[in-house]
């Protein structure tokens, strides 16, 4: 590195730092430091290190950058002269945000993978076999190990700790079985440490709560992103501020916790968003293990019940549902929050009861795809509900009382048999209401002519059958907030031509989605703010959708799928669909497809 550059330097970055410090470490490399430069502050400490770089032939490491405003400083100040002389800056960082920000390409970000097999066993050796000499017995165990690791050096390091001290087989078996659940221990494991340092030291406070409640996830689940944000708001780890709502603010905590690489993505949205997700196995034992010592959350699994001197306020279960249910658990009175992930391999035939008076105090209840026999009256009790998902087609009936709930935000019954032809009434008193996902076939219900309530803070409608009430509804703007519509046609397509001839009074839709035949109305008359439309078995003539859709500003996602449009030409006029960016078809009935000149100009 001297031979071909004349003037190299190292600084780390520690979390709490000062410009001042780091600027001074990294002439501390280049040059003698006296006296006078130790008074000096951070402009003339940056105006100095600037001069003596000038001309020369220069690489500096800044290593650990994880604000944006730290390169941000630098950049203005123009610390390093760039004069074409050869001289590099590299810095290192877990911010995806501070990488590209500061890269003028992006071939010039180097991506860290997780490490394959190989390297993870050869980092491990180094680090436990300092000689370099190794059974073959402990390298088949501990080639077991790394894998556990899933590629991330941080958790190698970490467990080389522990197995450096102690290098018989049978102690290396014996992490093997429990390197899972070494959460049972009532100790922290060693490799936890480095773990808990980064977690307090790295991880924004406002992040960690939202990291720990991953952790009520199964190993290895793929997690839905909305559904996580939707908790997070139920459980005010995240709340509206300003003018933002608190989904939104929601969306950018889950981009934070990938761009610090705590998650991984295993799906991604038609828009490019996070649609699924994983969480490495190593921070979600971390995070099992830390919510229980704080009475956070408390995790049950077939196999292991982790126990704590502190009553939990949320238990997530990984087996079936009545098993906790007929335990009489002395702590359900004081839950709050009961999340489920049913054992596809257990045989709940009987499915379970749904007696709110056991937990008066419930936020939030989702029994995930458990079978659900019954949903108690009782359930009105239940005042402080928030959040409340039932997936299991067995169910089929629900109590009225359900939709007379004050504080409820999130209703989620969409996979059930449930047939409402009408919703009760007394859903125009869920002031709190953000996200109504329903099964198919149900319809709004009419107002009281003395009720003009609206659903404020409505954000999600899905699905519903349009009448004519739903367009009445729509034009007298009963939901002001509505981002995402899901119509589900019956026989009348007038209905759903009415509802969508009046969507122009819903400023705030983005997402529409139209399943089953309909009628499109004259051109013009959808919002302006849809970014996303969707068409399923529509039979439109594709002329129709052409003209509604092709100049709708803000309009990313177009799908057409399975028969939506027909007709002998779909034709794209010249600078069409000028923000397009994603455009799925499938099964459309189409002979000829003509695109003009700047149709779809930026579709990726």
Request: overall charge positive; aromatic content about 8%.
């Amino acid at each position: 590195m001297s031979k071909q550059f004349e003037h190299p330097a190292w600084a780390f970055v520690p979390s709490i730092y000062s410009m001042r410090g780091l600027l001074l470490d990294i002439l501390k490399d280049l040059m003698p430091i006296g006296e006078e430069t130790l008074k000096l502050d951070d402009v003339r400490l940056a105006q100095k290190l600037r001069n003596f770089l000038q001309g020369k032939k220069y690489l500096v490491v800044i290593d650990g950058v994880e604000e944006t405003q730290l390169w941000e400083t630098l950049r203005k100040e123009k610390v390093f002269p760039n004069e074409n002389h050869g001289s590099r800056l590299l810095l290192t960082t877990r911010s995806t945000r501070v990488a590209s920000l500061a890269s003028s390409s992006r071939d010039h970000v180097h991506k860290m993978d997780p490490l394959d097999e190989t390297s993870r066993w050869t980092l491990l050796k180094k680090l436990v076999f300092k000689d370099g000499s190794c059974s073959p017995e402990l390298e088949h165990l501990g080639k077991q190990i790394t894998t556990k690791c899933d590629g991330l050096p941080l958790a190698i390091v970490s467990l080389a700790s522990l197995l450096d001290r102690d290098k018989r087989y049978g102690q290396w078996v014996d992490i093997i079985r429990n390197v899972s659940w070494y959460l049972n221990q009532q100790d922290s494991p060693p490799c936890f440490g480095i773990l808990d340092l980064t977690y307090h030291t790295t991880i924004p406070e406002h992040l960690r709560k939202c990291l720990l409640y991953l952790g009520a996830y199964p190993s290895g689940s793929e997690i839905l992103a909305r559904q996580v944000i939707n908790l997070w708001v139920a459980e005010e780890l995240v709340k509206d501020e300003g003018r933002s709502k608190a989904e939104e603010i929601a969306w950018r905590y889950l981009e934070d916790l990938f761009s610090l690489s705590l998650i991984e993505v295993a799906r991604k949205r038609s828009d490019g968003g996070i649609r699924k997700f994983r969480i490495h196995e190593i921070w979600r034992m971390f995070c099992v293990l830390k919510s229980e010592r704080t009475g956070f959350l408390q995790v049950h699994t077939k196999f292991v019940s982790h126990s704590s001197n502190k009553t939990p306020w949320r238990l997530s279960i990984h087996h079936e549902l009545r098993c906790i249910l007929s335990n009489n658990q002395g702590y359900l009175p004081d839950i709050c929050t009961l999340l489920c992930f049913h054992d596809r391999d257990s045989h709940d035939s009987k499915g379970s009861k749904l007696d709110f008076d056991r937990s008066p105090c419930l936020t939030v209840l989702d029994v995930g795809s458990t079978r659900v026999s019954k949903v108690d009256e009782n359930i009105k009790r239940s005042c402080l509900l928030k959040y409340l998902k039932l997936n299991h087609p067995s169910l089929n009936r629900l109590p009225r009382t359900l939709f007379s709930l004050p504080n409820l935000q999130t209703l989620d019954i969409k996979n059930t048999c449930v047939m409402f032809p009408y919703l009760p009434s007394g859903i125009w008193g869920m002031q709190n209401l953000r996200h109504l996902l329903l099964p198919l076939y149900t319809m709004l219900p009419k107002r009281s002519d003395q009720s003009r309530k609206c659903l404020w803070h409505l954000q999600t409608l899905s699905t519903i059958t349009p009448d004519g009430n739903t367009a009445a509804l729509i034009f007298h703007s009963r939901f002001p907030s509505l981002i995402k519509l899901s119509l589900n046609n019956s026989q009348e397509m007038e209905n759903t031509k009415r509802c969508l001839e009046r969507l122009y009074k819903l400023g705030c839709l983005q997402k529409l989605k139209i399943i089953n035949r309909a009628v499109f109305p004259v051109p013009r008359t959808f919002p302006t703010s849809l970014v996303k439309v969707s068409l399923v078995k529509t039979d439109l003539a594709a002329d129709d959708v052409m003209r509604m859709l092709e100049y709708l500003d803000h309009l990313q996602v177009l799908k057409l799928l399975k028969r939506s449009i027909r007709g002998p030409e779909l034709e794209m006029k010249p600078n069409s669909f000028p923000q397009l960016r994603f455009l799925f078809m499938e099964e459309i009935l189409v002979k000829t497809w003509r695109m003009g000149d700047g149709a779809m100009g930026i579709l990726e």
